[in-house]
């Protein structure tokens, strides 16, 4: 059973940034993908960032493409997520999750059908 910890969730203004991290423990194959995801009050939780693991190939949703990155740090189990100029918009409750399945055809990175084990969230909170 995976584990992921999510940390770097805050509170900032318009404009500013933040770097959420992901750490990933408790697994013993190798991790085929890891997301980011988030959920607003009375929203459906969505996929913003995903990646490919070892490759690194990246996905990002339309809303936050050009302004998050997603990142790997395979020698510590972490996936980063760099948030610039962020949006009140982008207030929401960001999870993290990992696909250590089997298999080889396999939803996107960014779909929820990918996933089976998520993070507990952080929250990010963008005021104008």
């Known amino acids: 059973q995976v584990q992921l910890v999510e940390s770097g969730g805050g509170s900032v203004e318009a404009g500013g940034s933040l770097r959420l991290s992901c750490v990933a423990t408790g697994y013993s194959d190798r991790l085929n993908a890891m997301g980011w995801f988030r959920q607003a009050p009375g929203k459906e939780r969505e996929g913003i960032a995903g990646?490919?693991?070892?490759?690194?190939?990246?996905f990002y949703a339309d809303s936050v493409k050009g302004r998050f990155t997603i990142s790997q740090d395979n020698a510590k189990n972490t996936v980063y997520l760099q948030m610039n100029n962020l949006k009140p918009e982008d207030t929401a409750m960001y999870y993290c999750?990992?696909?250590?399945?089997?298999?080889?055809?396999?939803?996107?990175?960014?779909?929820?059908?990918?996933?089976?084990?998520w993070g507990q969230g952080t929250q990010v909170t963008v005021s104008s």
């Open positions: 999750a990992a696909d250590g399945s089997q298999g080889v055809l396999k939803p996107s990175p960014l779909s929820k059908r990918r996933y089976k084990n």
């Open positions: 990646i490919d693991l070892p490759d690194g190939g990246a």
